[in-house]
């Protein structure tokens, strides 16, 4: 049996909005894993995660100058199911199940289900490339997107890889890491992300839907502390980014885009 368990917090901060005001937040995500090598062939494990985002507005011009949200959850929990057909050749399916939604909202309505579908093949003892693709109904709306998985030991120092974990929130994204020695890594990658939120009864849009979508590009700085334990520092910048409010029904209430906007975050995490 492996098991890990990380903490992070993330902090965007103050971002213009194109037809005025700004906004800024910042989230704290607790998650843990658990998997079980069952035979030779199959494992199977299960995850846990909760994510929790506080809002600021200030001004936001396009959503009638009030805040369209403010505090969101997002409690989920997936299964981790895989099967060896060979050596070099592996498939996986991680069926989820989860609720978004503001604080004060009902959570009946805030229902996300899906899948992740994976499949990779082992061309050399360094390299390890595959496709996945996520399927997650995410409040009244179904998103599909492809991914590429890529484990890629160019040599001793340098990898490609994904630094994320596929979910309802987008695709694994691509990094590069240089580790000059055991205890250090540096890396930059991007990824992309698109969530949605049940809002409460009394906000701009009641019992509407919130989503925020953005491009992260990130640099990042870890310190290993023995085989187990790991920090990690990320600074970047959210590119492309787009707030949009939704009615009840689902029709769009109001949308803005933003700015380039710095955000930070660090993560503590712990292998047993």
Known sequence: ISASAAL???????????????????AGIASGRVTRQITPQFSAGFALRYDFEDWKFARPVAFGGAAPWSHLNAPNISLDLGYAFDSDLQV???????????SGAKTSDALTFGAILVATKVFSPGLRVGAGMGIVRQIDDTKVFP???????????????????????????????????????FAGGGAYRS????????????GGIGENRF?????????????????????????????KLEDANGATFAKDDSSTAPLIGLTLSHRY
Do not use: C, M
Request: charged share 20%.
């Open 195 to 206: 969530t949605r939120y049940r809002l409460d009864d009394i906000g701009t849009a009641p």
């Open 92 to 102: 996986g399916i991680s069926p989820l199940l989860g609720w978004a939604f503001e």
């Open 215 to 243: 491009f992260p590009l990130f640099a990042r700085v870890s310190r290993n502390f023995g085989a187990q334990t790991k920090v990690d520092f990320y600074a970047g910048v959210a590119l492309g980014g787009r707030l």
């Open 147 to 185: 991914f590429l998985i890529v484990n890629w030991q160019i040599d001793d120092r340098w990898r490609l890889g994904n630094p994320f974990s596929a979910g309802p929130a987008g695709g694994a994204g691509l990094e590069l890491t240089y580790a000059p020695d055991d205890h250090w890594e």
């Open 8 to 26: 992070s917090g993330i902090n965007q901060f103050d971002t213009d909005l194109d037809h005025g005001g700004d906004f800024r937040w910042a």
